[in-house]
C-alpha cells in the first residue's frame, strides 16, 4: 500500500458535470426502449415517456442527494450505473415480449412480465443507495462494526446452505431464502458486509501478514503460522462450493480475499498461495462431488452431442446467440435472445451480444472497466487505509463478477450463476450494487474533498502574557 | 419499418452507446488534469468570467512542486497548490513519510506572501534547512534540501 498519493488537483464539485451525464444516459435508455418498440411493432412504445420520466426521476433523486450530502464525490459513478440499469430495464423488457410471443405461439400461458418487477427493484436500489448516504456520513464509522459486519456476513452466507432444499434452492443452487413469493439472494449483500470486514481486519493485521518468511525462487513467502486467515477464507469458500453448490459466489468470495490481502501486504506470493488453494480446492471438488464435475464437462465439451440437447444447451445456446449478433449485433427487438434458457439473469450478456453485437458489449464492458477504474482511483487516493481497502475491495469485486458471468458465457471460464451487476435481473443484486456503489460515493468523497484549513495558520509560536 | 430503417436505427444507437463511453472518458479527463491546462488559449467566456484566476500561478520562479530526493520515498513528488504541505508520518499528513527517524507530525511547509517557508512542529530529531536546524518558520530557497529524518526534500519549479 502506497503511503503517498498526490494531492487531487483543484478540489471541485462537479455535480453539473454529473447532472450532464445522468441525462445523456437516461437518454441512451429511452433510445434503447424506442429501438425495440420500433423493431418489433412499428411504433414508438407508448410508454416510453412515462418510462423515461420515471427513471429519470429515479436518478434524479439520487443526483439530489449525492448533492447535499456527497458534494465532492465522483461525478461519474452514478451516470454510469444509471446506464447499466436503464439498458438492463429495456433488455429485460425486451425478453418479456419474446417470452410473451413464444408463449402465445406454443399455447403456454404467458408468463407476467418482468420490467415492472425490475423497475420497482431499481427504485429500492435508489432508495438504499439513498439510505447509505443519508445515514453513513463518515465511512470510517464502518470500521467500528468489523467484526459485527464479519459475524453478519458469515450468517448471510452459511443461511441459505443451513436452510432446507425447500426453501433455499432454486436451479439446483442452494443461495436463496425464499418466504411466500418473496426470494432473497442473502449472498449479495454477504458480500458488502465481508468487504467492510476485511478492510477492517486486514487493517490491523496487515503489518504481521506482510512479514516475510522464506524467500524461494525470487518471491518471499509468508511465514508458515500467518496462513491461517487465507486457509480459513479458503475453507468458507470451499465450504459455499460444496453446500450450496455454487461455484460462482465461492469464487468470488475467495478471490476478494486474496486481491485484499494482496492489495494491503503488496506481497505477490499471497496471490499465488491463493491461486494454488482455489485450483486445488476445485480440482478436488470436481473428483468428489457430481455437480462440480457437472460444470468442467460442460464447460470443456459443450458439443458433446450432435444437437446441443444435453445439459450444455444453455451455454451452447448463448454462444449461437453471441455468434449471430457478430459484430454489429442483430439489432434490438430483432435477433432472438428469448432461445437462451434463463437469458434475463445469467445470461442477460448473451442477450446483449446477440442483439447490440460484440461493438455494443465492448462499450457496456468498458462502462464496467469505467466504473471499476473510478473505484480504485478513489482508493489510490485516498489516505487512511481502512478507506483504501474497501474502495479497493469494492470496486475489484464489481470487476471480479463481471469477469466471473462474461467470462462464463463466452465459455473463457466454467460457467457458473452469477448474475451481472446492474444489468440482470434480480432484486437481491441490485440492491447490493446500489449499496455498493453509494460505499464507493461516500468513500470517494471524503478523498475529493479538500483539506480542511489548518487553525493555527501563522507560523511564529505565540507568546502568552499574563 | 423498412430494412434499411432499422439498420440505421441499429448503427445510430451504436454510436450513441460509444458516444456516452467516449463522454465518460472525457469527463475523466478533465479530472485528471483540470479543465485550465486543457484550452492553450483561454476561451473569451472564460477569461471574462473568472479574471481572479490567474495569481494561483504565482510569479515567475516560484516553486511548483516538492521533490523527494533521499531516503524511503525517494523519487516521489507532490505539487504545491496555496494550501500548507504537512510531513510525517501521521496518516493524516500531507506527505506521509515511511521513515523511522521523523516524527507523527514533522514539519510544515506553508506559503506566505508567495514564498514557501518550512516550520519544525516539535519534532524529535529536528528538521534541518542545508546545514541549519530550523527553529521558526524560514523561508525556502528553490533546490535547497530539507532534511527530516533520513528523508531529504527540495522545492522544485
Given at each position: 500500500?502506497?503511503?503517498?498519493t498526490?494531492?487531487v488537483?483543484?478540489?471541485?464539485?462537479?455535480?453539473?458535470?454529473?447532472l450532464?451525464?445522468?441525462?445523456?444516459?437516461v437518454?441512451?435508455?429511452m433510445a434503447?426502449?424506442a429501438?425495440?418498440?420500433?423493431?418489433?411493432?412499428?411504433?414508438?412504445?407508448?410508454?416510453?415517456?412515462?418510462?423515461?420520466?420515471?427513471?429519470?426521476?429515479?436518478?434524479?433523486?439520487?443526483?439530489?442527494v449525492?448533492?447535499?450530502?456527497?458534494?465532492?464525490?465522483?461525478?461519474l459513478?452514478?451516470?454510469?450505473?444509471?446506464?447499466?440499469?436503464?439498458?438492463?430495464?429495456?433488455?429485460i423488457?425486451?425478453?418479456?415480449?419474446?417470452?410473451?410471443?413464444?408463449?402465445?405461439?406454443?399455447?403456454?400461458?404467458?408468463?407476467?412480465?418482468?420490467?415492472?418487477?425490475?423497475?420497482?427493484?431499481?427504485?429500492?436500489?435508489?432508495?438504499?443507495?439513498?439510505?447509505?448516504?443519508?445515514?453513513l456520513?463518515?465511512?470510517?464509522?464502518?470500521q467500528?462494526?468489523?467484526?459485527?459486519?464479519?459475524?453478519?456476513?458469515l450468517?448471510?452466507?452459511?443461511?441459505p446452505?443451513?436452510?432446507?432444499?425447500?426453501?433455499?434452492?432454486?436451479?439446483?443452487?442452494?443461495?436463496?431464502?425464499?418466504?411466500?413469493?418473496?426470494?432473497?439472494?442473502?449472498?449479495?449483500?454477504?458480500?458488502?458486509?465481508l468487504?467492510?470486514?476485511?478492510?477492517?481486519?486486514?487493517?490491523?493485521?496487515?503489518?504481521?501478514?506482510?512479514?516475510?518468511?522464506?524467500?524461494?525462487?525470487?518471491?518471499?513467502?509468508?511465514?508458515?503460522?500467518?496462513?491461517?486467515?487465507?486457509?480459513?477464507?479458503?475453507?468458507?469458500?470451499?465450504?459455499?462450493?460444496?453446500?450450496?453448490?455454487?461455484?460462482?459466489?465461492?469464487?468470488?468470495?475467495?478471490?476478494?480475499?486474496?486481491?485484499?490481502?494482496?492489495?494491503?501486504?503488496?506481497?505477490?506470493?499471497?496471490?499465488?498461495?491463493?491461486?494454488?488453494?482455489?485450483?486445488?480446492?476445485?480440482?478436488?471438488?470436481?473428483r468428489?462431488?457430481?455437480?462440480?464435475?457437472?460444470?468442467?464437462?460442460?464447460?470443456?465439451?459443450?458439443?458433446?452431442?450432435?444437437?446441443?440437447?444435453?445439459?450444455?444447451?444453455?451455454?451452447?445456446?448463448g454462444?449461437?446467440?453471441?455468434?449471430?449478433?457478430?459484430?454489429?449485433?442483430?439489432g434490438?427487438?430483432?435477433?432472438?435472445?428469448?432461445?437462451?434458457?434463463?437469458?434475463?439473469?445469467?445470461?442477460?450478456i448473451a442477450?446483449?451480444?446477440?442483439?447490440?453485437g460484440?461493438?455494443?458489449?465492448?462499450?457496456?464492458?468498458?462502462v464496467?472497466?469505467?466504473?471499476?477504474?473510478?473505484?480504485?482511483?478513489?482508493a489510490?487516493?485516498?489516505?487512511?487505509?481502512?478507506?483504501?481497502?474497501?474502495?479497493?475491495?469494492?470496486?475489484?469485486?464489481?470487476?471480479?463478477?463481471?469477469?466471473?458471468?462474461?467470462?462464463?458465457?463466452?465459455?473463457?471460464?466454467?460457467?457458473?450463476?452469477l448474475?451481472?451487476?446492474?444489468?440482470?435481473?434480480?432484486?437481491?443484486?441490485?440492491?447490493?450494487?446500489w449499496?455498493?456503489?453509494?460505499?464507493?460515493?461516500?468513500?470517494?468523497?471524503?478523498?475529493?474533498?479538500?483539506?480542511p484549513?489548518?487553525?493555527?495558520?501563522e507560523?511564529?509560536?505565540?507568546?502568552v502574557s499574563? | 419499418?423498412?430494412?434499411?430503417?432499422?439498420?440505421?436505427?441499429?448503427?445510430?444507437?451504436?454510436?450513441?452507446?460509444?458516444l456516452?463511453?467516449?463522454?465518460?472518458?472525457?469527463?475523466?479527463?478533465t479530472?485528471?488534469?483540470?479543465?485550465?491546462?486543457?484550452?492553450k488559449?483561454?476561451?473569451?467566456?472564460?477569461?471574462?468570467?473568472?479574471?481572479?484566476?490567474?495569481?494561483?500561478?504565482?510569479?515567475?520562479?516560484?516553486?511548483?512542486?516538492?521533490?523527494?530526493?533521499?531516503?524511503?520515498?525517494?523519487?516521489?513528488?507532490?505539487?504545491?497548490?496555496e494550501?500548507p504541505?504537512?510531513?510525517?508520518?501521521?496518516?493524516?499528513?500531507?506527505?506521509?513519510l515511511?521513515?523511522d527517524?521523523?516524527?507523527?507530525?514533522?514539519?510544515?511547509?506553508?506559503?506566505?506572501?508567495?514564498?514557501?517557508?518550512?516550520?519544525?512542529?516539535?519534532s524529535?530529531?529536528?528538521?534541518?534547512?542545508?546545514?541549519a536546524?530550523?527553529?521558526?518558520?524560514?523561508?525556502?530557497?528553490?533546490?535547497?534540501?530539507?532534511?527530516?529524518?533520513?528523508?531529504?526534500?527540495?522545492l522544485?519549479?
Open positions: 500500500m502506497s503511503a503517498v498526490d494531492p488537483p483543484a478540489p471541485r464539485r462537479r455535480r453539473g458535470v454529473e450532464a451525464m445522468l441525462v445523456f444516459a437518454l441512451i435508455a434503447a426502449y429501438s425495440v418498440g420500433l423493431a418489433l411493432d412499428n411504433v414508438l412504445p407508448p410508454r416510453m415517456l412515462a418510462y423515461g420520466l420515471g427513471l429519470g426521476a429515479l436518478v434524479t433523486v439520487a443526483h439530489i449525492v448533492r447535499r450530502t456527497a458534494p465532492y464525490a465522483d461525478p459513478l452514478v451516470p454510469l450505473i444509471t446506464m447499466l440499469n436503464g439498458l438492463g430495464l429495456v433488455l423488457y425486451r425478453l418479456d415480449i419474446a417470452e410473451a410471443a413464444a408463449a402465445r405461439q406454443s399455447g403456454d400461458p404467458v408468463p407476467s412480465p418482468d420490467a415492472t418487477g425490475q423497475l420497482l427493484w431499481t427504485a429500492l436500489g435508489v432508495a438504499i443507495f439513498v439510505g447509505v448516504l443519508l445515514l456520513r463518515d465511512h470510517r464509522t464502518l467500528r462494526y468489523t467484526y459485527t459486519a464479519g459475524a453478519a456476513g450468517v448471510l452466507l452459511a443461511l446452505g443451513l436452510l432446507p432444499a425447500s426453501i433455499s434452492e432454486v436451479n439446483g443452487a442452494k443461495l436463496w431464502i425464499r418466504i411466500g413469493g418473496f426470494s432473497i439472494q442473502p449472498g449479495e449483500f454477504a458480500k458488502l458486509a468487504m467492510i470486514f476485511f478492510a477492517g481486519y486486514l487493517v490491523t493485521k496487515r503489518d504481521v501478514l506482510s512479514l516475510a518468511g522464506r524467500r524461494v525462487l525470487l518471491i518471499d513467502l509468508p511465514r508458515a503460522r500467518d496462513l491461517g486467515p487465507v486457509l480459513v477464507a479458503w475453507a468458507v469458500s470451499l465450504g459455499i462450493l460444496v453446500f450450496e453448490r455454487d461455484l460462482g459466489t465461492s469464487l468470488l468470495f475467495f478471490g476478494i480475499f486474496v486481491a485484499m490481502l494482496y492489495i494491503a501486504t503488496e506481497r505477490t506470493s499471497w496471490l499465488l498461495i491463493g491461486l494454488g488453494l482455489f485450483l486445488s480446492g476445485a480440482f478436488l471438488a470436481s468428489l462431488f457430481s455437480h462440480v464435475q457437472e460444470r468442467l464437462d460442460i464447460w470443456l465439451h459443450p458439443w458433446a452431442g450432435d444437437n446441443p440437447t444435453n445439459d450444455a444447451y444453455q451455454l451452447v445456446q454462444l449461437y446467440g453471441l455468434a449471430q449478433g457478430g459484430l454489429l449485433g442483430t434490438l427487438g430483432q435477433g432472438r435472445p428469448e432461445m437462451v434458457p434463463f437469458a434475463k439473469t445469467d445470461f442477460i442477450t446483449l451480444g446477440e442483439e447490440l460484440l461493438t455494443g458489449l465492448v462499450a457496456v464492458l468498458l464496467y472497466a469505467l466504473v471499476v477504474e473510478r473505484g480504485l482511483r478513489a489510490l487516493a485516498a489516505r487512511d487505509p481502512f478507506a483504501k481497502l474497501l474502495a479497493a475491495g469494492l470496486a475489484f469485486a464489481l470487476a471480479l463478477q463481471v469477469f466471473i458471468v462474461v467470462g462464463g458465457v463466452t465459455r473463457l471460464i466454467p460457467l457458473t450463476g448474475t451481472t451487476p446492474f444489468l440482470s435481473y434480480g432484486g437481491s443484486s441490485l440492491l447490493a450494487n449499496a455498493l456503489v453509494a460505499l464507493l460515493l461516500r468513500v470517494s468523497d471524503s478523498v475529493r474533498r479538500p483539506a484549513q489548518p487553525i493555527q495558520d507560523g511564529m509560536t505565540q507568546v499574563r | 419499418m423498412t430494412e434499411l430503417t432499422l439498420t440505421l436505427i441499429r448503427l445510430a444507437f451504436l454510436a450513441v452507446l460509444w456516452f463511453v467516449m463522454a465518460a472518458l472525457s469527463v475523466i479527463r479530472d485528471l488534469f483540470g479543465p485550465r491546462s486543457a484550452p488559449v483561454p476561451s473569451r467566456a472564460n477569461a471574462d468570467a473568472r479574471p481572479a484566476k490567474a495569481p494561483t500561478r504565482g510569479k515567475r520562479g516560484s516553486p511548483r512542486k516538492v521533490l523527494v530526493t533521499h531516503g524511503p520515498l525517494s523519487g516521489t513528488s507532490l505539487n504545491l497548490g494550501s504541505i504537512t510531513i510525517g508520518r501521521a496518516n493524516d499528513a500531507t506527505l506521509v515511511s521513515d527517524y521523523a516524527s507523527s507530525r514533522h514539519a510544515r511547509l506553508f506559503l506566505r506572501d508567495g514564498q514557501w517557508l518550512v516550520e519544525d512542529l516539535g524529535t530529531n529536528g528538521t534541518y534547512l542545508d546545514r536546524k530550523v527553529t521558526r518558520p524560514t523561508p525556502v530557497p528553490l533546490g535547497v534540501p530539507i532534511r527530516i529524518g533520513r528523508t531529504v526534500l527540495e522544485r519549479k
